[in-house]
Structures are given as C-alpha cells and as structure tokens.
C-alpha cells in the first residue's frame, strides 16, 4: 500500500492542532493513546461559536474515526473516543453524502478517500 499524505483542513493543519483542540497530551505517563496513531484525514470546521470535527486515522491494521462537536460554551476536550471503521463502510458513506454532521465535509472526505482507498478498476 502507497503511504498516504495526511489532509488536514479547514482549522487543522497539523496533528498537534487536533491532539490539542481534544486536549490530549500525546506524552501522557504510562499508557498513551496516541501510540502508533497516524492520522490520516483531519476537518475542523467552525461557524459562528460552534464546530464540527472529524478525523480518520490509523492505528496498526486499523482504521478509525473520531466525530466531535461543540456550541458556544466548549470546544472539542474529552470527545475522543475512537470509533473502529470498515473502509468500504466509510467510502460508502462518503459517496452517499451521508457522513455526520449534516455533510459540512463529506466532498473533502470523499475525495480524498477515492484518491486513496477505492480500488482501481482493471483494463479489460
């Protein structure tokens, strides 16, 4: 498998922004859940006092996802909790226009997943 460019958009660009808006610390003494976590696809998009994020990573052989959201009185803290993901189940998802939160990332989700996931049709 081609090792995969991270995205990161719209309020993120870089790992430490995310790990940051969910208030992890990624050297927590003993067990750290960040280990071996690469993400893949980050989106962050904020209107007025709320937000809206989703983040796809990987972790071993695993694919996971993290949604979170918030109004005007808290950001993103204590909201991750990854969700283990089937990749076909997701670029399913994503084709369908039905990630959450109201589509608010789904053609940069759907893109970048058909750029990196869905299998190439062979010639006949």
């Not at 870089?14 to 992890?24: A, M, P």
């Not at 007025?48 to 695993?62: E, I, M």
């Not at 997701?90 to 996931?117: D, G, P, S, V």
């Amino acid at each position: 498998m081609k090792k995969i460019k991270p995205v990161f958009i719209e309020n993120w660009s870089c790992e430490e922004e995310v790990y940051g808006d969910f208030s992890i610390d990624k050297c927590l003494s003993g067990s750290d859940p960040l280990k071996n976590v690469r993400i893949l696809f980050a989106c962050y998009k904020t209107g007025g006092w709320s937000g809206q994020a989703f983040v796809l990573f990987k972790k071993g052989h695993k694919y996971y996802e993290v949604n979170g959201s918030h109004c005007s009185c808290y950001g993103l803290e204590g909201q991750w909790e990854p969700e283990e993901v089937v990749m076909k189940e997701l670029i399913e998802r994503a084709e369908r226009n039905t990630t959450c939160y109201e589509n608010e990332y789904y053609n940069e989700l759907n893109t970048f997943l058909q750029k990196n996931f869905k299998p190439k049709r062979k010639k006949k």
